[in-house]
Each structure stands twice: as C-alpha cells, then as structure tokens.
C-alpha cells in the first residue's frame, strides 16, 4: 500500500512536535466539512489549527469550498489558523495564514504569500504563530 503525501506530512509534523511543547491531534470530521487536519496546543500560543496539503503538479493545491470557508470564517475572526503546504522541491513546506485559503485555491503556491518557506525541521510554528497577526 502507498502512503499518501498527506500522511507523509502528517507523520513528520507529528515527529517535529510530539515530546516537546505540543500536543498534537490529528482529525478527520465528517461532523464538520471542511474543519482542519491538526489540533495543535503550545504552552505560549494556545490552540490552532493546520491544514495539510501537499502541491500538485501545477503548483496548485486542491482546497475545497467547505476548507476555504471554514478558514476564512475563522481567521477573520481572530482565530489561528493555518495551511501547511508540503511537497516542494528540495524537501520544502510553506506555511500560510488561513486568511490565504481562498487565493491558495486559485494561485499557484508561489503566487501566495507566506509565513514561512524552508525544510520543516527548521519551521518554529510557536514563533510563527506568536508573531503572526489574524487579518
């Protein structure tokens, strides 16, 4: 069976963060269409959430209406969401604020401005999600 590049994400994310000062909880809500992949907890920042997508051949990801209105609900309202975006060249991942979610699924990955672009070992999302400020 192949693993999906989602999965893949999912696992090293989960193995940067497990042991440390996070808790980690990956979902999949039926309940709730469109409710993000992880359930993140950090001593500093609280809760937030990630969604996970991996670029597709044409450097696009695949976000659905139910992602993109659940994002942009939350974020304009102040809450800390984000998208993880994996499967760039060199190994890298790109994060973004889930106020992108709606030019995310109508850009190209590197028409869409970021928090972060760089190998996921170096991502510091307490940093990131401490200084980045809801639209």
């Not at 992108?100 to 401005?113: C, F, I």
Request: hydrophobic share 40%; with cysteine.
């Amino acid at each position: 069976m192949t693993v999906k590049g989602e999965t893949r994400l999912w696992k090293s994310l989960k193995k940067l963060l497990e042991g440390g000062e996070y808790i980690v909880s990956r979902l999949e809500s039926y309940v709730t269409p469109g409710f993000p992949d992880c359930l993140i907890f950090h001593n500093v920042t609280g809760f937030f959430t990630v969604e996970l997508k991996i670029i597709q051949a044409n450097k696009k990801v695949i976000v659905s209406p139910f992602q993109i209105a659940w994002n942009m609900r939350h974020s304009l309202a102040g809450a800390k969401c984000f998208i993880l975006v994996g499967g760039l060249p060199k190994a890298h991942v790109k994060l973004f604020q889930g106020s992108r979610t709606k030019e995310l699924a109508q850009s190209t990955v590197d028409q869409v401005p970021g928090l972060y672009e760089g190998r996921l070992e170096d991502l510091d999302l307490s940093k990131i999600v401490s200084n980045s400020q809801t639209p």
